[in-house]
């Protein structure tokens, strides 16, 4: 491990330290949200056929994937950029300007955070507060109203917390003309009615706002690193000039074009979603003292109750038993008996539950 290694947040998905720690070669991993169907079947013709093109440099604009994202939006690529994942994006933010505030949501995600104290920004937090973790909207409008740079995320990472369209037009009445509105939407695709909630429309002719999105939850891409922000031409242009040429790589870009054009597998994908989330929920609400809160997104956020084991028993007694779960307890707000699990195929969601029940029961 260096230096930066253990100041940097850590996030689930770390394979293979877990396979370390707990001996286990074939740990099925509920720690990272990916879309389990994924990624879709043309993705794997299209990284075969465009192999030997590594000795070529990327198209440094990313000109087809940038059309096709565009196309599947339905904006213009003027409204867009790419990152090497949403997260290079976010390190992008606050180099924007020079915001004497930043807000961010608390649970969050934690590279918001990371990434605004590398500026001197002073940040506050929007707190979700037990036991449901929803918004607090009239905090949250006071906080919106004091501007500066504000990340949100939504469905929100972890819990899931949801903004509906009322909401988010009460947000965006009282967001001044000064402040910058980051919205978060990595796992938008999941939700249902997404393009109800989306800030798309509203980002692409007002300053004021921007969309954050990837192609790593709902296509299951996160090993080629494919982000993108949305928002007014202006911005955008600022934005682009901020990062280093290349930052797509070729197979990224050859993946995102494929993933996109698929459009039987983002409707296959959001009707699977939809039902099993469902199923796993209603089997984990069976659990003595797991309180899963309902799930919005392809995630599901539980906070165990007080007398029994914390989070990090019971990944580890999980992992024992070959299951990779999200410890919650580095988030900003939490405490040690939050847990996030990604909702799978059924029948690793039914393995899962099982061994779950039974290592619960043992803790009460
Ligand atoms: C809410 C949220 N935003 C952004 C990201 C970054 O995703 P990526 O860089 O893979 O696009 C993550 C990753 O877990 C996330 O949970």
Redesign the pocket.
Known sequence: MNSSESERPW???DLNLARIRFGHQQLIDFS??MNPLGPPPSVWRALTEHLPDIVHYPDPYARELCQALAEHLNISPANLIL??????L?YLLPRLASFKRAALPAP??S?YDYAVRLTSTQCTYLYQTPPDYSWDLDRLKIAVAEGGLIFL?NP??PTGALLSRDALNDLLEVLPSSALLIM?E??IDFVDRAEEITLIPQAIKDPRILV?G????FFSL?GL???YLVGSPDLINRLASLLPPWNINMLAQVAGVASLQDKEFIVRSRTFMTQTRQQLYELLADIPGLNPLPPTANFIFCHLSPELPNAPKVVELMGQRGFLLRDCSNYRGLDDHCLRLAVRRQEDNLAMAAALREVMARGM
């Open positions: 996030h689930g998905g990272a949200n990152g090497n994942g949403s997260v290079e976010i969050g995600f590279e995320c929100n990472n978060d990595a796992f954050l990837s192609l790593t939850k996160p690193r494919l982000g």
